[in-house]
């Protein structure tokens, strides 16, 4: 299996299966110099990292990350920078059941159709605890951003609907996302949600999610014209994310709506420099970045993995129904927000090198 590896200068490679040893990932590419200990990667995986409430999987795994190369006396090397993750709470058996079922919604019949073989025990790579590992590696990034940025890079994000329930953004408040378990950024919508998931979980189904993630201090200038897009490659990072179903970049599919005068984000100047009066664009134009906010936002599908009997078929072609058992999330959205951060991350260190190496500056 090829194509496990993302990003140019900062490339990342992810490895492991979600029922095997040990998940991990290489991160190549990070400048020498910068004060990295597993310290500054441990706090992005405990927000991840699952059974912190009801509302997640129970499986308990401590996601304590390791640094096994790329890092002396504290600060990196310039070498490939080698993180690994231990799978301590596997339950294997829990998939005997599915080892010839195909799950609807899931990658189960994709992979047969690809490799002829899967590894069916919490779906091996398709699994979304691969996403542990791209976590990890943002946290490096935000390592770099700090180390070559003059202004401080805030990247955040919050869920903005579960279901049909979204939230109001006039009551948009980010210190509210780190006071509750759901990423929710509106104290008022957190009941209804926390009411919807339990009437969820106990029918033994899931729900979706939409994502919203910024990125704040970023400069202008990053991304390139055409085949290099800022925008481009953070909805590619975003998509990649397991389960993602729909990106949008700023106003996304609302700009459909919008005459012109209405989408274009004025600009006038303040204090000598280009100040932009809204941000339809999503702090990019082009392809390149504004300096604005940089806002992404991403759809993402229900839980495949369900109680409920659903119809499908084995791997010798019999029509059967499926009923998943083991430990899932009634919405995985809610686990997707730190995950959405550290594909930000990395994306904004890999095109600031790039930048820094075709111009040699931000």
């Known amino acids: 299996m090829s194509h496990n590896s993302f990003g140019h200068l900062f490339r990342v490679t992810t490895w492991g299966e979600s029922h095997g040893p040990a998940i991990g990932c290489i991160v190549d590419g990070c400048p020498p110099g910068i004060a990295l200990t597993e310290a500054d990667i441990q706090p992005w995986l405990d927000r991840r990292k699952p059974g912190q409430s ?28 080698a993180l690994e993750i231990q799978n301590t709470d596997q339950r294997s058996k829990d998939y005997s059941d599915i080892a010839t079922r195909y799950r609807p919604g899931h990658a189960d019949v994709t992979y047969d159709m690809k490799y002829g073989h899967r590894d069916y025990r919490g779906g091996g790579r398709s699994s979304a605890r691969e996403t542990a590992s791209r976590v990890a590696a943002g946290a490096v990034a935000r390592r770099v951003l700090a180390a070559l940025s003059e202004e401080r890079i805030v990247i955040r994000a919050a869920l903005s609907r579960i279901g049909a329930l979204g939230v109001d953004r006039d009551r948009w408040d980010w210190a509210e996302t780190l006071r509750n378990p759901l990423f929710c950024p509106d104290a008022a919508t957190l009941p209804a949600w926390e009411a919807l998931l339990g009437e969820i979980r106990k029918a033994g189904s899931s729900i979706g999610a939409v994502v919203d993630v910024v990125a704040e201090g970023a400069p202008g200038g990053l991304g390139a014209p055409i085949y290099g897009k800022l925008d481009a490659d953070i909805a590619a990072a975003m998509m990649s994310i397991n389960g993602v179903k729909g990106v949008e970049i700023g106003d996304g599919f609302e700009v459909a709506s919008l005459r012109g005068e209405q989408n274009g984000d004025p600009m006038r100047m303040e204090d000598g420099r280009i100040a932009f009066e809204s941000n339809h664009a999503g702090g990019i134009l082009g392809g390149i970045s504004t300096g604005q906010p940089i806002v992404a936002r991403f759809a993402i599908k229900p839980t495949s993995s369900i109680l409920v009997p659903v119809p499908s078929v084995n791997r010798d072609g019999e029509e059967i129904d499926v009923v998943t058992r083991g430990r899932h999330d009634p919405c995985i959205g809610i686990r997707a927000a730190p995950v959405a951060e550290a594909m930000m991350a990395c994306v904004l260190a890999d095109h600031w090198l790039r930048h820094r190496g075709q111009v040699g500056g931000a």
């Open 54 to 81: 009801k509302f997640t999987t129970q499986r308990r795994e401590a996601d304590e990350v390791r640094i096994l190369s790329g890092v002396f006396e504290g600060r990196t090397t310039g070498t490939p920078i």
